[in-house]
Each structure stands twice: as structure tokens, then as C-alpha cells.
């Protein structure tokens, strides 16, 4: 059920006994539901990107481990639960909230049981959202009045459990009467900007306007853009980050233009064990999401397509990152460590 005055319904949401996610693959044209009763029927919606973005995956994986040890028999259940983890974690690599929430609802189930484990997943939820609504504040501070911004992909609230991280600090600064405008970059090969963050501005009433990827470096050049906001599906302790493919050559001309280039994602995607975003696995998908367009063949039929769904931005290009516990500013091997000595603490025992 979506909350009083929430113009946007939960991403995810348990009901009894199963998981119930938005089905955005079918946006913007229906707004429709995907159930998951089964670990399966959960890795088929994460591998198909039916819920996709880092804290909706975080919390997805979680609900995964619990789902799984809740229908686990009492013999070699445990042994299940885990081989049911190892392919949850498996369907997205580079997301390192996947792994995140995965690994946390294990813990919880190691100490207390499946009903432990289920606990978790709420706990991770819940938290995420009134994580986002903290970054969305720290974040809109940064936004002055009537800014132009620039996004990439979808960093919304379809991306996490509910408000959003890089959209997040838009909407944070609609709420605060700052009227910003939004350039969606439509985001190819699967439209993620175009079809999901069109559609999520429209229903928050926040003025956008869709623009194809190649026209971020002209539009920047003639003076319209006045600061990039983008998410991150995983941070390097040194500040590299790994965000939808696009995201790079965006930081690059922002760099070039002099435009503030901020990435706003929750403390829970940084990686304390990834020195630098040389070590960052990206995932490659079917390159038929390149030669096809929503199921109409583009390309010539044989001709071969390489599609990696992230991109790796170099700290250098980052002017601040934005998480819940505040904006953090280079030196960033620096800042993350104060994090990972607080902020990611607090997370763990969140």
C-alpha cells in the first residue's frame, strides 16, 4: 500500500510470506507488480532488471536469504539457505549492496533463525529509506535555486526501497521551494532514464526535460547545466566510482566545464574491501540490449554488441560525495576511512 501522500508506491514490499516488487521493465507504460515466492523467481527479477539500482538490491538480497531459510527443510537446510545466497549474489556482481544485504540477513540467520533473518530484511528496508531522506537533505543543500541538473540512469526511488539517491536530493530540494529542473539523460541501451526517472519526475511534479545521452557535452558547453547528481552501484575506499555505464564520460565533461559532479548513494555502497575501482568487477550483459531497442532489432542481425553495464569514474573527476551521513569532500581515502570508522559502523549495527 503506498503511504498517505507518497505519490510513488514501495519498490519492494513483503506480503505475506512472498516479495512484492514494482515490475519496471513494464514502465512507463503500466505500473504492475512482479511476486516472487521462491529464491528463483527473485534471481529471474534481479537478472532481468524487474528491480534494479544498489539499496533496492541491498534490501532485495536480504529478503532473498530470508525467503529462502524460511521454506529451507530443518536437514541440510542451512547448506540451501547459502547455495541460495551464492545465487542471489551472483545475478548482479558489480552492485555491492547485493552482497551487502546478502551478507547481513546470513549473519541474522546464524544468530537467531529464519524469523531472525526476515527481521534483518525489514530492518535493512527501513533503514534505507530514511537513510535516502537524510542524503536527500545533505544533498539538497547543495542545489541552489532554479538549478539546472543533469542526472544519469535511475538513482530514484524505484532504484532503493522508497525516495531515492541522487533523485533524492532533487526531490529534497523541490521540498524545500528550490524549483530545480532536471536534464534526464535517457540513458541507453535499456532506457533506464527515458522510462523510469521520466516517469518518477512526472508523478513528483518536479520540471524535467529528457535529452539523448550525446547531448549532455553540448548542453553543458552553451551554460544550461548547473551541477551532474548521479548514483553509484559501488564506491572504492578511494573514492572510484562505479555507476551506470555513461556515468564516466558525463564526470569527464563536467571536469571540463567547471560543473560541481556530485554522487549521492547511501554509506552501505562504499566498499571497505575495494582499494580502487581497478578492482571493481563490471558486469557485461546480452549484447542483444544493444542491437535490439524493447524487442525491435536495430542492429544487423549477427553483428556482434559489447555491453557493459557499468563504468568506472575516477575519485579526481568527484567533487563530493553525498550520504546519509553527510557530503564528503576529497582527500577521499581520508574521509571514507572516517566513515568506515562511524558511519559503516553504525550501518552494521543498524
Known sequence: MTPAGEPLPPTIEWRRGRLRLIDQRELPERLTFVVCSTVE???EAISTLAVRGAPALGAAGAYGVAMAALGAP???????VRAAARRIVATRPTAVNLAWGVERALAALAA????????????IAAHDVAANRALGAHGAALVPDRARVLTHCNAGSLAAVGYGTALGVIRAAAEAGKAPRVWVDETRPLLQGARITAWELDRLGIEATLIPDVAAGSLMAAGEVDLVVVGADRIAVNGDVANKIGTYALAVLARHHGIPFYVAAPVSTIDVSTRDGGAIAIEERDGAEVTSLRGVRIAPRGFRAFNPAFDVTPARFVTALVTEAGVVRPPYRRAIARLAGSAVRRV???
Open 112 to 123: 537467531g533463525g529464519a524469523s531472525a533473518a526476515l527481521e534483518e530484511a525489514h530492518r
Open 348 to 350: 552494521a549495527e543498524s
Open 74 to 80: 530443518a536437514v541440510r537446510g542451512a547448506a540451501r
Open 41 to 43: 523467481d527473485l534471481c
